[in-house]
């Protein structure tokens, strides 16, 4: 009885190709600040990086934009609520994505309209 063998498609031998990944609308793609260290507060007193707390807005750097975002670019740092964000992981890394309505403020070097607060 005779064996059919098929040949090897020479897909398999490709390597996978690269995708640029591009935002649509008015969607951001945020990279989270991790804080990995402890944290003091205006009265000294440590806070561990373990505790967590409702409510508290992150800091996050844009990675992506899509072409109705009008506000941001890429690069800025963002401040956003990470509650109910869908995330994203790419290469190890953890990404959130959002419309750029829900970013709270952007942190710039100079502004004419801004608090007068600087990071």
Known sequence: MATCRRKPSKLLNVADPKFEIQMLHDRV??????????????????????????????????TGVGANARSVKVGDKVLFSPEDQPEVEVHGQIYLVMRERDLHAVATPQTDHGTGLYL
């Open 29 to 62: 793609m945020v990279k989270v600040e991790q804080e990995t260290e402890e944290r003091r507060s205006t009265a000294g007193i440590v806070i561990p990086a373990t505790v967590k707390m409702e409510n508290r807005l992150l800091w996050g750097e844009v």
